[in-house]
């Protein structure tokens, strides 16, 4: 069995070339979760708040891994993840523009009887 090649869809329509317009400026991007927390700890029977503490988490292979992250690694991961998430958001709506253009321009199936 041979595979055809794929009808061309056309032209990019505006929105979709303003979208991967975005996506060229994109920058640095990662995915996961940073986080800052302090701790309060009891010390010599008083109470004291300790850190911040600034932490990276995210999956890989199916399981979590966790950085410990200075002050300075912590936002500039920050900016990388708010990045990734405005990516994947973008790609999102190319897949959608792109589906439908595919489903307005390509020949389908034919309906049953």
Same mark, same amino acid.
């Given at each position: 069995?041979?595979?055809?090649?794929? %009808? %061309?869809?056309?032209?990019?329509?505006?929105?979709?070339?303003?979208?991967?317009?975005?996506?060229?400026?994109? *920058?640095?991007?990662?995915? *996961?979760?940073?986080?800052?927390?302090? #701790?309060?700890?009891?010390?010599?029977?008083?109470?004291?708040?300790?850190?911040?503490?600034?932490?990276?988490?995210?999956?890989?292979?199916?399981?979590?891994?966790?950085?410990? #992250?200075?002050?300075?690694?912590?936002?500039?991961?920050?900016?990388?993840?708010?990045?990734?998430?405005?990516?994947?958001?973008?790609?999102?709506?190319?897949?959608?523009?792109?589906?439908?253009?595919? #489903?307005?321009?390509? %020949?389908?199936?034919? *309906?049953?009887?």
């Amino acid at each position: 069995m041979s595979l055809k090649a794929a %009808p %061309p869809l056309g032209p990019h329509p505006p929105a979709y070339e303003k979208l991967l317009a975005r996506l060229a400026h994109a *920058g640095w991007f990662c995915d *996961g979760t940073v986080v800052c927390r302090t #701790l309060r700890r009891q010390v010599a029977g008083k109470w004291v708040n300790k850190g911040p503490y600034y932490m990276w988490t995210a999956k890989r292979a199916g399981k979590t891994v966790c950085y410990a #992250l200075s002050q300075n690694q912590y936002h500039v991961a920050k900016q990388a993840i708010e990045a990734n998430r405005r990516v994947m958001g973008i790609l999102a709506r190319l897949q959608t523009l792109t589906r439908k253009t595919i #489903l307005k321009k390509v %020949p389908g199936v034919l *309906g049953r009887k």
